[in-house]
């Protein structure tokens, strides 16, 4: 992360606090909390790498660090594996915290490139990404590279990548970071990956058409995965019957979304969506 | 496709039930026809429950095959008997039997262990089952006075049947719920209270024990008013086990596919398609869109299957024998997308592991991200017989091209 350009200020790891660790080109604290971290640091930031048992409290620890001493901060945790009612509890907590936002758990990160690396907060190969003006918003982690791939392959660079992770409880999700890239004025078109199961992707998709001015090019990963073994009926009915690839694409298309069926076409319709939207030259 | 929960029988359900006060019927498990009939003896019942236990929706309205001679034993996995001879008969009929039902899929479930339960006079049916929403970020309850009977089936043609309440994120349900619940299922008097508490219980084992799902269905009101759950269908949150040691006990292997544990073990997730081309991939959703792309080129895949994060030789080895364990593999499509993992790390493995296991089959590598120049270099260099390509759809077009000759 220090090579792309992130500004790493400190660690936290319990029991080695006052150690010193050397990072390429500079060396940082290390803190035995994350409140002695934010307040002697002043970081806005924390990415959370520990183990899943343990990963849950860690975000907790950093909301509430966050919370009491800035009012606000971002909490990014790559973790895969977390229990799923220790994700309840702590989205339960964060969501009495206005200034707090998490993304992930389970996924690769975000990154924001700039004109000489940037900045990368997470686990993503940094270089295969390029300033420029798309959005791309995904659940999948190596799948979120392909769509950097795509983008780069037809001279497109990127605004933010973020990884929201694939987990069925997490922080941000896909209508959270459209309203962000509506906000963002660099921001002109996005790249929407999603992935079957839950109703994420159909309730962005809605939510899409009427909040979000810019083009979005949209892809679903699973459309040839076999239907899951479930135990018993209870799980799709929560989601109405809902959940598989193709009912995502038609939610797509219905809110005016412009599809790739095949990933490795997601650059190609990037560039016909953006000729169409008169931001590209034919 | 992420792993699903850990599932456990009806008659270990029920006696985690018990633990936690969820009332329930006097049953004894059995793995014979004469554990059967002592259980009948020892129940002292004139009418008892012989129930096949698999893990698979369905039992009551499925069959019973032969394994041998695929001949229908008997219509019906779970069967009410009025003497020791008929649980003699429903006995014999169903272990050692496949039971084929609506969820088992087509090639069903050999039945290794058998419920005797006491009757119950039933008043009335209904449904009731915990389960975690991932939409609202909390645990659901869901309950309807339409059980015994299919709950999708609810769901379509009267949603208005089915009550809905949701926990706070801590687990628990707002002060009422349950009475509101009780309500609107009709429940009055000892019925409601009965409810009420078995409510309370359900959503304290759901937290306590880390559950991902419990159905009852049915749940019944008894001739007494009383609540008795009729039924168990529990599965666990596999990523909360490390809390749970009591769960290994549970596991039944004869229900799980041996391959896909076996992949589990090096960290690998793997499930088996129809098709003929086999995929080794970083990343759940990139395995899923690189199946979608083959697909898409005319091939089929033959699996999936995520590396995950922390691959190495042994675990790609492991993947490669996994992959070329199903005979219909006529050719390897490898998609890596370097990020934590190096491309040239896999380069090595792929050239050991494919000495390992003798690779015979038309091998295509995609190597993209971390390293992927020195990846390509290094398989190149090798003499191993290898179609490198730098894009995912160049990836899918040579492998549906190697592997369409061998399939025609």
């Known amino acids: 992360m220090t090579e792309y350009g992130t500004d790493v200020v400190g660690g936290v790891t319990p029991g080695k606090g006052g150690q010193v660790v050397d990072l390429p080109g500079r060396s940082v604290p290390v803190y035995d909390n994350m409140g002695k971290a934010v307040s002697e640091t002043d970081a806005d930031v924390s990415v959370i790498y520990v183990p899943a048992r343990f990963a849950a409290a860690a975000i907790v620890e950093a909301a509430d660090a966050f919370n009491e001493i800035k009012g606000e901060g971002l909490i990014v945790c790559i973790t895969e594996g977390i229990p799923i009612l220790d994700m309840i509890r702590c989205v339960g907590h964060i969501s009495e915290m206005p200034g707090i936002r998490l993304i992930g758990p389970n996924c690769p990160g975000i990154i924001t490139p700039g004109e000489n690396g940037g900045c990368k907060v997470g686990i993503m190969p940094g270089y295969i990404h390029a300033k420029g003006r798309i959005g791309i918003i995904s659940k999948s982690g190596t799948l979120t590279y392909e769509a950097v791939a795509q983008t780069m392959s037809v001279g497109e660079g990127q605004t933010t990548c973020i990884g929201i992770g694939g987990d069925p409880i997490s922080g941000t999700g896909f209508i959270d970071c459209l309203a962000a890239f509506e906000e963002d004025p660099e921001t002109e078109a996005v790249v929407m990956i999603g992935e079957i199961g839950g109703t994420a992707e159909e309730d962005a998709a809605a939510w899409a058409a009427d909040n979000f001015s810019k083009p979005i090019v949209g892809f679903v990963a699973g459309a040839t995965a076999p239907p899951g073994k479930r135990m018993g009926h209870a799980g799709a009915i929560i989601s109405g019957g809902k959940g598989t690839a193709d009912e995502k694409f038609s939610a797509f298309e219905k809110a005016g979304i412009h599809i790739a069926r095949d990933p490795s076409k997601i650059g190609e319709v990037l560039v016909s969506v953006l000729i169409e939207a008169g931001l590209r030259d034919p | ?408």
């Open chain 2, 1 to 408: 496709m992420s792993r699903e929960g850990v599932n456990i029988h009806e008659y270990q359900g029920k006696a985690l039930f018990r633990e936690e006060g969820v009332a329930v019927q006097e049953g004894v498990h059995c793995t014979t026809v004469d554990q059967a009939l002592e259980a009948y003896d020892s129940l002292g019942r004139n009418v008892v429950a012989v129930k096949s236990q698999i893990h698979a929706g369905g039992r009551g309205k499925g069959s019973l095959y032969c394994p041998d001679t695929g001949d229908l034993q008997m219509e019906g996995g779970v069967k009410i008997a009025i003497s020791r001879e008929e649980v003699e008969t429903y006995s014999k009929n169903i272990l050692g039997n496949i039971l084929v039902t609506k969820q088992s899929g087509p090639e069903g479930k050999m039945v290794n262990n058998l419920y005797i339960e006491a009757g119950c006079e039933i008043a009335h049916e209904y449904y009731l089952a915990l389960l975690v929403d991932r939409e609202k970020d909390a645990i659901l309850v869901m309950a309807s006075t339409e059980g015994g009977v299919d709950i999708e089936e609810v769901a379509e043609t009267t949603p208005q049947a089915i009550h809905k309440a949701w926990t706070d994120s801590s687990g628990n349900l707002p002060a009422g719920a349950g009475s509101a619940m009780a309500d609107s299922l009709g429940l009055t008097g000892v019925s409601k209270g009965s409810f009420n508490e078995m409510l309370g219980s359900l959503v304290s084992m759901f937290v306590s024990r880390d559950c991902s799902m419990i159905e009852i269905n049915p749940l019944v009101r008894a001739g007494d008013g009383s609540m008795i759950a009729l039924d168990s269908k529990i599965s666990f949150d596999d990523n909360a086990s490390f809390r749970h040691p009591w769960r290994a006990d549970m596991r039944d292997m004869s229900e799980e596919e041996e391959v896909e544990i076996r992949a589990n073990k090096s960290g690998l997730s793997y499930v088996k398609l129809d098709g003929n081309i086999g995929c080794l991939v970083n990343g759940a959703g990139l395995a899923m869109a690189s199946m979608d792309v083959i697909k898409l080129y005319g091939g089929d895949p033959a699996n999936f299957l995520d590396i995950g994060g922390g691959a190495n030789k042994e675990s790609i080895t492991t993947a490669f024998g996994i992959i070329l364990e199903d005979p219909n593999v006529e050719g390897i499509l490898v998609n890596i997308f370097g990020g934590i993992i190096r491309c040239d790390m896999v380069a090595r493995s792929i050239i050991d592991a494919s000495r390992e296991v003798g690779l015979s089959v038309p091998l295509v590598v995609r190597f993209s991200g971390t390293n992927h120049e020195e990846g390509r270099h290094v398989l190149e260099e090798s003499s191993l017989e290898v179609t490198t390509v730098g894009t995912l759809a160049d990836g899918a077009k040579a492998i549906v091209a190697a592997t369409v000759g061998v399939d025609a």
